[in-house]
Each structure stands twice: as C-alpha cells, then as structure tokens.
C-alpha cells in the first residue's frame, strides 16, 4: 500500500479491479451529472429550446477539451510506470511537471474557448433560435476551464497511484454544490442557460481544490509542493509523448462527433433536443464502461513498469469481459427506460421524446462496443504506446464516419436519424478489432524483449 493505495501490481486482480473501478464509475456518473442538472433544470423551467442550446455545446466542448485531458492521460501512464518501475524521482518530477502542464492547458483552452464560441457553433450549423444561449453556456463555461484541467491532471495522478476514491469524495462534494446552484440561479436568479453554466463552473473550482489539495497532504512521491513545480524536460517529453496522441485522438474523435451533431441540427430544434436529451442519458452508460479503460491504463501501466506480463494478459480478459457485460446490462436497461427518462429532461414536446428515442435504439443497446474500444485502447496506451491506437481510431472512427456522412447519409433514401446513428455501430466494431490484434502483438513483442517469453 502507498500512502493508503492499493499496490496494483500484488493480489487477485478480480477483486482489485472491481474494487477500484468501482468509485472510477461513481465519480464518471457524478461529472455527468454536472451537465445532466443542467439539462434537467433548464427543460423543466425553461424550455425545449434551452435542452437544445445546452445540448448542442457537448460535442464543441469535448473537441476543444480533448485535447488538453489527453495530456492528464500522459501524465497518468507515466506516474504509473514510475510507480511500477520503482523510481520515486521520476513519479515527483513528472507530479510537478503535470501541474503546471495543467495551468497552462487551462489558459488556452480559456482564450480560444471564449473568442471562438460563437464562430464555432455557426460553423456547426446551430439554428438561429439555439445559436445566442449557447454562445452564453459556451463564453462562461470556458471561463472556468482551468479548474477543470487542474482537476483531471489531478485525479489521473491520484488514480495512476491506486486512489480512486478521492476523486469520488471530491466529485460528490462538487456534484452537491452544483446541484444547489443550478436550482438557484435559475429558479431564484431566472439566469436560463447563464445560471447552469455559473453552477458547472463554480463546483469545477470546488473540485480542482480539493484535489490539490489532496496531492499537496500525501506522504509518498506522488506530494505536490507548490514551490517545486517547473518543466522537467524529460518528463514534460514522456507527457506529451504520450499524452499528445491521445489529445490528439480524443479531439479528432469528437470531430466526427461536431459534423454528426451538424447533421442532427439539420433536422431542427426539436429532433437536437431530443438528442440532446438521450445522450446524456447514454452518457451514464459510457461512463460506466470508459471506467474500465482507466482501469486497464493503470493497472497495465504499473504492471509494465514492474514487468508483471503474466497479470497484463489477465488484466486485459478480465476488463474486456467486464466491460461487456456491464454496457451490455446497463444500455439495455436504459433503452427499456427510454421514455420516462426523456421525460424527466422533455416536458414540452413528445415529438422530441421519439427522437431521444430513435437515438436509443441504435446507440444506447449496442453501446457495449464502444466500451470494448475503449478498453483496448486503455491497453495499449497503458503499455507506453499512445500513437498506434491515435491512428487506429482516426482511420477507423473519424475517417469511417466522415466517409459515411458525406457518401450514404448524403443520399436522400437514407437522409435518416438511424441511417446517420448506423456510423456509431459500424465504427466501433471495427476499430476494437483492429487495436484487439495490435495489442496482443504489443504485448508477445515487449514481454519476448524481457526475457519473459509468451
């Protein structure tokens, strides 16, 4: 154990992986729940229009932001490999050069995230009654971006250690609070669209201070002291090495998303709620299964470092059956609680609620494989290997979906929602093939090159 964290690299990986991914997936549900409050308040006491404004920021924002968290995922990879390794040197020098990695993502993000709100949503096609309220969400929200880069460089070092449980204290606090801010700045201060993105910013803070905080009080290599941050050349390389793909195939990934969002907004207001509505209902599902991608980066990630190759190959079957049985479970279970979800976020429009519904159907039932994509590219990022699966996703996620788009879905017989949905499923299912067989080749190589065979 370090400073209370479980060693990932001794004991039954079964119970170890349950019992850590666990709170991964409370804390993924309760950052969902930042935007689900949101949407929720602002369709009960503001309106359709409002769900779609909110809603049509989700896909710009993971674009813009991608890149910069993939940075944390770096930063994770490396921790973890320094712990497995045994180099306490390196784990400190990577801590404070990952902070200050953060504060400067942050202060990006913020300025093009502020200057280009506008510029952006019109190049997604937003409608005219949309474009002005989510141009408002978008301008406050980046305003607030750098807590949230400081919270998720935070927690991926927290996790990269074996501590998944503080992120999960830290995010409940910050859920709370942001729950309370929403109900009183809309209800009390009838701000709209303005007093949900105030809430999200606010607890963001909340969250980033609790986490320093955390890294500042620990007893082990992984202490933050303030007076010690700079730019440790090797392990800023070894970051952005890693890290950099995985900004790089975050942000190229959601482009397929902006252009998917374009063409839903191309059937109108009504059909973005409803949208809108369902994916951030499917957002509970994926996070559920993107848990045990971080799961298999980290627990691969020490045990590479350690040399441990006979648990990796267990590592990789127990997370990949996880993952599906848990997206199979809860996207199933969801789907068949489609329509009075909706309705807690639709109260204005059952035309809106069939069209959550549709999205359902096609993404939400077989969402199990886009958590066996994720799982894989864990893997491989968690063996030090960021760029394979960053082109293995461009060709077979964004390149297959950008081709379908502008080829099936362009002809008028299949300018359908589920036509459109369809790329989700097709995309996902090569794509773990692909990184399946990569892995696994990965994997024989480097064992063979330590002496470790197999």
């Given at each position: 154990m370090?400073?209370?964290s479980p060693d990932l690299c001794e004991g039954p990986l079964l119970s170890r992986i349950i019992f850590y991914t666990v709170p991964i997936i409370l804390t993924g549900i309760l950052q969902l729940l930042f935007n689900a409050a949101d949407l929720v308040v602002v369709g009960r006491y503001c309106g359709s229009i409002s769900v779609a404004a909110v809603g049509a920021t989700g896909a710009l924002i993971n674009l813009l932001v991608n890149l910069f968290i993939g940075l944390s995922v770096g930063a994770g990879?490396?921790?973890a490999h320094g712990i497995g390794a045994g180099r306490p040197s390196d784990v400190h020098k990577t801590v404070h050069t990952a902070i200050p990695t953060a504060l400067v993502s942050g202060a990006v993000l913020t300025v093009v995230g502020v200057l280009?709100?506008?510029?952006?949503?019109?190049?997604?096609?937003?409608?005219?009654?949309?474009?002005?309220?989510s141009t408002v969400y978008l301008k406050i929200y980046f305003l607030g971006i750098i807590p949230s880069t400081l919270y998720n460089f935070g927690a991926a070092i927290l996790r990269a250690a074996g501590d998944t449980r503080s992120p999960l204290y830290f995010l409940t606090a910050a859920g709370f609070i942001n729950v309370l801010l929403n109900l009183l700045f809309v209800l009390a201060f009838k701000m709209d669209v303005a007093g949900v993105a105030l809430a999200t910013t606010i607890s963001q803070l909340i969250s980033a201070v609790l986490v320093i905080t955390a890294l500042m009080r620990r007893t082990d290599e992984c202490r933050l002291e303030l007076r010690k941050m700079r730019f440790y050349r090797r392990q800023l390389g070894r970051i952005l090495t890693i890290g950099f793909p995985a900004g790089i195939q975050g942000s190229l990934f959601s482009i397929s998303n902006v252009i998917i969002q374009s063409s839903v907004n191309s059937f109108g207001s009504v059909v973005m709620s409803g949208n809108a509505a369902a994916g951030n209902i499917e957002g509970f599902v994926y996070t559920t299964?993107?848990?045990?991608h971080q799961t298999a980066l980290n627990f691969v990630g020490q045990n590479y470092g350690a040399r441990r190759f006979d648990r990796i190959r267990r590592i990789m079957v127990i997370c990949l059956v996880s993952v599906f049985v848990a997206g199979a479970?809860?996207?199933?279970?969801?789907?068949?609680?489609?329509r009075p979800l909706l309705s807690v976020y639709i109260t204005d429009s059952q035309e809106a609620i069939e069209a959550g519904l549709v999205r359902m159907a096609y993404i939400c039932l077989p969402y199990f494989l886009c958590g066996l994509m994720d799982v894989t590219t864990g893997l491989i990022r968690g063996l030090g290997h960021s760029l394979v699966p960053m082109v293995v996703t461009v060709v077979g996620v964004c390149g297959l979906r950008l081709l379908w788009i502008y080829t099936v879905f362009r002809m008028p017989e299949f300018h359908t929602l589920p036509c459109l949905y369809m790329s989700y499923i097709i995309s996902w299912s090569l794509t773990f093939i692909v990184e399946l067989v990569i892995f696994?080749?990965?994997?024989?190589?480097v064992?063979?090159?330590?002496?470790?065979g197999g």
């Open positions: 370090r400073n209370g990879v490396s921790v280009g709100s506008h510029t952006f949503l019109s190049l997604m096609g937003t409608p005219d009654d949309v474009i002005g309220l299964m993107n848990s045990f479970a809860f996207g199933s279970a969801v789907y068949l609680c489609g696994i080749v990965l994997l024989r190589k064992s063979k090159r330590s002496g470790n």
